[in-house]
């Protein structure tokens, strides 16, 4: 059972939680969208039964569908390594212990005859806004993403080497090294578009041809495995606020629920598909944006021979899984603006995968010097690109 489904917390139930659990009286609780499971945001009122938390603080109530609350074991795990990251100076939302100095709660809760057990757990609220929310120039645009690799490559190379048992999670569907035909299938199969769903059988038959035999060569760690517009949070500085400028700075980010034991090359292409995907929608350069994540991220860290010639297929398989969840979540869900949001995604994720297959059967990367020209200056970079052959 997921939030899809009808099994929702009301904000009223989100208010008994946190005072039975949390000891937290609220000023205000407010849904915040989620198309899988419950985040709400909370600002505190009295929090004199928890010596933890402090009047006047705001933090997101995030309560996992039944589904995702099977296993507490990968929550745990996610908490622990939200902990690594925090104390290795990220910005992440840091995890509330409740009343009892426990970080995971489950509650049981009644739907007619039927009673389901979901985890809960209480987060830091992390302010400002999403990327996805922020009006950017076109060169801002390409200075953030920069930015955001730089960030996802530390995280990376601080992570790399790390192994969770939980985090493997040899099921998942949204996992790259889960991909072949036996699991997309039941996805694919209820994707409409005849010529869609022939594309993803193209790429997934040749990413496991070509990539899956490789993994063992291709390096390891915990990975965010999701990191995209919704979860990069923005702001502006207190002197550019001053100046009325429109210029911003990554502060942090949010959503670790996909956490996953994995192949750090497969973080690099997830990033890839996501803001490569987000650039199309801005009607800015998906190419550039290709040029400056991998810029950044191999400021940091540097990708290996194997990574390199994995690459463009990865990118290419995280784009498929991306199109059939969606269409998958499109069957469940019944909110207009929610459907529109994942339309959007679903719709560029399509157009941009078209794109990639149709310039070229084999991108290759390379690393060569390039020119950008802009409206207010000439660019000389060194730095991986896509190159079509």
Known sequence: MNTLDGYRFSTEDAACLLDSMYGI????????????????HVISKNCEKNPKVFSTQEFVLKILNEENSEDAGIQKDIVHYLIQLQQGGFNTPVPIPAVDGKLIKIKE??????????????????????LQDVKLHEDEFYRIVKSIAKIVAKMNKMLMGEKS?????????????????????????????????????QVVEKFTKEVIPHLSKLRFGIINNDINEGNIILEQTSALKKLDTNTWKVSGLIDFGELADSKCLFE?????????????????????????????????????????????????????ILICSTNYYLTKMQHVYKRSIVEGYHRNSVLLLEHLWQTSKKMKVVLQHLQYSTANTTCKSRSFIFQWN
């Not at 997309?184 to 409409?192: A, D, F, Q, T």
């Not at 994995?310 to 290419?316: G, Q």
Request: charged share 30%; aromatic share 8%; glycine share 2%.
């Open 25 to 40: 009286n609220s000023v205000s609780i407010e849904e915040l969208y989620s198309y899988e499971d419950q985040n709400f």
């Open 109 to 130: 809760k009644e739907y007619g005859k039927e009673c389901h057990k979901h985890v809960v757990m209480l987060f830091s609220f992390i302010r400002d806004k999403p």
């Open 165 to 201: 048992n939980h985090l493997s999670r040899t099921t998942s569907t949204w996992l790259l090294e889960n991909l072949n035909e036996g699991n997309v299938l039941p996805r694919l199969s209820i994707v409409k578009n005849d010529k869609t769903r022939r594309l993803c059988r």
């Open 268 to 320: 690099v292409a997830t990033l890839l598909a996501h803001m490569m995907r987000h650039a199309k929608e801005r009607h800015f350069s998906a190419n550039k944006t290709a040029c400056l994540i991998l810029e950044g991220y191999e400021e940091v860290l540097k990708l290996t021979k194997e990574e390199r010639d994995c690459l463009y297929l990865s990118v290419n398989a995280r784009l498929v």
